[in-house]
């Protein structure tokens, strides 16, 4: 998922405003440090749980635990708080590295916008199939309680809670931060909180200096679109063999390299035209975005033609040169907002190619496109595809749209003619879709309940045909009658209960977890549970890149399902609430007593922001 080569291409475009060292090898200072978290958590629950990639070789070497079927009570208590422990104490070793002066803003992921819920959805079918094939002597540590909602976040949040303030209280190098942290109930994903900070001070943090850490190459994107001029990324060098490394990146300056280095790599490099004089760093960045979220992104699945690109970017920067002259006109974003004309510039060129590169799928000789093994195999385009006369290839276009569409509309089975209703439905919430993307990166969520809910993208040159019958209006127009309506976010149990399968409801209470596995439960009976589900594995390179035809989760039943039962009892892990902020006051003096720790000399005021 993601923009591909977004990582490589930038550490070696703007070398001398990245540094990757080895932990110990370098320090810097920062006023704001924000860390979206959850990658530390994961790493610490593989670590502790021995799963992942910190799974032993010989499995018979461990036995492990889950936090509902507990054989030692004592064991997993242990182990629970272990791994609560090491989370932190790697967050405290990153602040060795980089240190803040005034702000910590810890967030963890919590109940997610819709869209991305189908791909959680996806990622943790796919998981519990995956623990189903280990040995039966060894039981398994459910990852899937990293979720918001489950008994395992409800105690990291009280466990965070009471480290924040064992820190703030106890060593004086932070006395003088304030440390927000957002938990699990607070909706909305890790790195997003963030950013919905970042824009609600913006005013008052743009002349001080900021640094994101995280794992996910998005915070690049994201870094670019909070168009803060002092920003740089902290993030562990995840090749292979670089354990203990880690890139440090300066994306302010980046920023402003980056007209520069644009211009240089677009075809017309001789050319003596340049940047627009009216195009302000903001609004290139902007226009990046674009280029990079239309080759990938975790909410769209990618265009078939865009597959096997391992330079996508390249492409996509290299594709925007040509159409907009070099960055002077075509522009694929006005005053913050996608703007169609420039759009429609930018899709004719992948109108004119989509043959050639789907064809060259097919005959591709490059060793990494080859399909590892037979169930890769892109038999649906590869039926399509053969020599003509003069010895070279063609495509039997219309042939292969008529094979994707019944492919991807599998329930419709289309044979002689393609649904031209459905083809509409299909191309308009990509585009939507696509819109939806980009202002969530700089704006903010547009809408919690949005999603596209086919398992397969358009092919491009039905796509482009849609978006050709706009203009700027009425894109707008149908965007806000159809993704900018009332919505707000799911309870943290509503996402339990769309993204587990069945083999984790037992992290949900019991009368919840009975909507995932009772036969009398509507969303059971409508088989959005099922035992068995395909995966698309057609065209793709690796695992990870199929396709998995789950069916889209019904909120209107889950709802009505959730409904029945929400009033009969309360938990405090499925209550909403905001971030909370932590400062230390000398003139403060309490005594803290929890589960995770005491502090019986207290100096640290907790407010609800």
Avoid at 213 to 225: H, Q, R, S, T, V
Avoid at 362 to 372: A, F, V
Avoid at 566 to 581: A, F, H, I, L, P
Wanted: aromatic letters at 14%.
């Amino acid at each position: 998922m993601g923009v591909p080569g977004l990582s490589s291409w930038l550490y070696y475009k703007f070398k001398r405003h990245v540094t990757n060292f080895k932990k110990g090898e370098f320090t810097a200072r920062t006023d704001c440090m924000y860390f979206d978290a959850n990658g530390l958590l994961h790493k610490a629950a593989q670590m502790v749980f021995k799963y992942g990639a910190y799974a032993p070789k010989n499995t018979s070497e461990v036995v492990l635990d889950t936090s509902e079927v507990v054989l030692d009570t004592t064991s997993y208590e242990q182990k629970l708080f272990r791994c609560f422990e090491l989370f932190f104490e790697d967050l405290k070793a990153v602040l060795k590295i980089v240190t803040p002066k005034t702000l910590l803003y810890i967030a963890i992921d919590g109940p997610a916008p819709v869209a991305k819920q189908d791909q959680q959805r996806q990622r943790r079918f796919i998981a519990a199939e995956e623990r189903l094939k280990k040995s039966a002597s060894l039981v398994i540590f459910d990852s899937n309680c990293i979720t918001p909602g489950t008994q395992f976040m409800s105690n990291l949040t009280r466990y965070t809670q009471f480290a924040v303030r064992r820190l703030i209280n106890s060593f004086p190098e932070y006395k003088n931060l304030e440390v927000i942290f957002s938990p699990p109930m607070c909706p909305g994903e890790g790195e997003h909180k963030i950013m919905d900070y970042i824009r609600k001070t913006k005013n008052i943090l743009y002349k001080q200096t900021h640094c994101m850490y995280g794992p996910d190459a998005d915070l690049i994107m994201l870094c670019f679109a909070t168009h803060l001029p002092h920003i740089t990324l902290l993030k562990e060098d995840q090749r292979e063999g670089q354990d203990g490394y880690y890139y440090h990146i300066n994306m302010g300056e980046i920023r402003l390299d980056l007209p520069k280095v644009l211009r240089l790599q677009y075809d017309n490099v001789k050319s003596a035209t340049r940047f627009s004089s009216k195009r302000s760093y903001d609004e290139i960045s902007d226009d990046f975005l674009i280029q990079g979220f239309f080759v990938g992104n975790d909410f769209l699945p990618k265009i078939q033609m865009f597959h096997h690109l391992h330079d996508g970017l390249r492409f996509m920067i290299e594709t925007y040169g040509k159409t907009s002259k070099n960055g002077t006109t075509n522009f694929l974003t006005i005053n913050g907002k996608l703007n169609i004309d420039g759009f429609k510039k930018f899709l004719d060129y992948f109108v004119q190619e989509e043959q050639t590169y789907l064809i060259n799928q097919i005959i591709t000789t490059d060793e990494r496109k080859q399909p590892p093994s037979e169930k890769y195999v892109n038999k649906t385009l590869l039926d399509k595809v053969k020599k003509d006369a003069k010895g070279g290839w063609t495509i039997d276009y219309e042939g292969y749209r008529k094979a994707y569409y019944k492919k991807a509309w599998k329930d419709k089975e289309p044979t002689f003619f393609i649904d031209q209703a459905e083809l509409f439905r299909m191309c308009r919430d990509y585009l939507l879709t696509f819109v939806w993307i980009y202002d969530y990166y700089v704006l903010g969520v547009p809408s919690w309940t949005w999603r596209y809910s086919y398992h397969h993208a358009p092919l491009m040159k039905d796509f482009a045909n849609y978006v050709y019958t706009l203009d700027q209006k009425k894109l707008e127009d149908i965007y806000k009658s159809n993704v900018l309506v009332p919505s707000v976010p799911v309870s943290a149990f509503e996402q339990l209960i769309a993204v587990l399968p069945p083999a984790s409801a037992n992290l949900l209470p019991k009368e919840y977890s009975e909507i995932l596995v009772s036969k009398n439960s509507e969303l059971v009976k409508q088989g959005f549970y099922p035992e068995n589900f395909e995966r698309d594995f057609e065209g793709k390179l690796k695992e990870h890149e199929a396709h998995v035809l789950l069916p889209f989760m019904d909120y209107n039943i889950l709802h009505k399902e959730y409904k029945n039962i929400v009033s009969k009892k309360k938990y405090n892990r499925n209550t909403q609430t905001g971030s909370y902020s932590f400062k230390y006051n000398s003139k403060y003096t309490a005594s803290f007593k929890s589960d995770m720790g005491n502090i019986p000399s207290l100096h640290v005021e907790k407010k609800n922001i």
